[in-house]
T-cell receptor, first 111, second 114 residues
Framework: GQQVMQIPQYQHVQEGEDFTTYCNSS?????IQWYKQRPGGHPVFLIQ???SGEVKKQKRLTFQFGEAKKNSSLHITATQTTDVGTYFC???????????WGAGTKLIIKP | DSGVTQTPKHLITATGQRVTLRCSPR?????VYWYQQSLDQGLQFLIH???????AKGNILERFSAQQFPDLHSELNLSSLELGDSALYFC?????????????FGDGTRLSIL
């Protein structure tokens, strides 16, 4: 069945360093959504990408959708402690109304 | 505040018991989704209801069932509970049945089986 692979599982960074998480699919995607879950919190919708090659920015966050619509990335520039959490991608399964979720990438700021 | 309300926030019970988790979606949202998240794990999709009808099932055990009522609130029933059922259960809602719409999550119900 349709799956989405998200890497890495964890990323440890010093505050001020950059962070990137990637989602990859073997099939062409109609869209991709990104969510953030703070420790002890619930997932919160960040953005949705729909168009091939799309790039969207939210302050220090940059979201990209690949030209072939099979991969996507989320890049955070100059991480801050408020960025700590797990970032999930989610893609649409066309056969039913179900989102397929990536395993998540946990952003950890080194003390 | 996402507008999605889940009750109770915490639930502690014993193996073999049955519990009901409740979810009220955001005003105007017709779709409700249930997810299970074990400690430090990803989100496991359980089931999706749209306007009272079941739309999709994920890896939901036969011991689990759900329904969505005419007022659009939903309940997830977990029976014959096992230790492995301990997890955080999230409800999410969206405007319609297509998942081009973002999902809005409640704060979750933390279920602990002793």
């Amino acid at each position: 069945g349709q799956q989405v692979m998200q890497i890495p599982q964890y990323q440890h960074v010093q505050e001020g360093e950059d962070f990137t998480t990637y989602c990859n699919s073997s099939t062409t995607l109609s869209n991709i959504q990104w969510y953030k879950q703070r420790p002890g919190g619930h997932p919160v919708f960040l953005i949705q990408l729909v168009k091939s090659g799309e790039v969207k920015k939210q302050k220090r966050l940059t979201f990209q959708f690949g030209e072939a619509k099979k991969n996507s990335s989320l890049h955070i520039t100059a991480t801050q402690t408020t960025d700590v959490g797990t970032y999930f991608c989610a893609v649409l399964r066309d056969s039913n109304y179900q989102l397929i979720w990536g395993a998540g990438t946990k952003l950890i700021i080194k003390p | 505040d996402s507008g999605v309300t889940q009750t109770p926030k915490h639930l502690i019970t014993a193996t073999g018991q049955r519990v009901t988790l409740r979810c009220s979606p955001r005003s105007g949202d017709l779709s409700v989704y249930w997810y299970q998240q074990s400690l430090d794990q990803g989100l496991q999709f359980l089931i999706h209801y749209y306007n009272g009808e079941e739309r999709a099932k994920g890896n939901i055990l036969e011991r689990f069932s759900a329904q969505q009522f005419p007022d659009l609130h939903s309940e997830l029933n977990l029976s014959s509970l096992e230790l492995g059922d301990s997890a955080l259960y999230f409800c999410a809602s969206s405007v319609d049945e297509g998942t081009h719409q973002p999902q809005h999550f409640g704060d979750g119900t933390r279920l602990s089986i002793l």
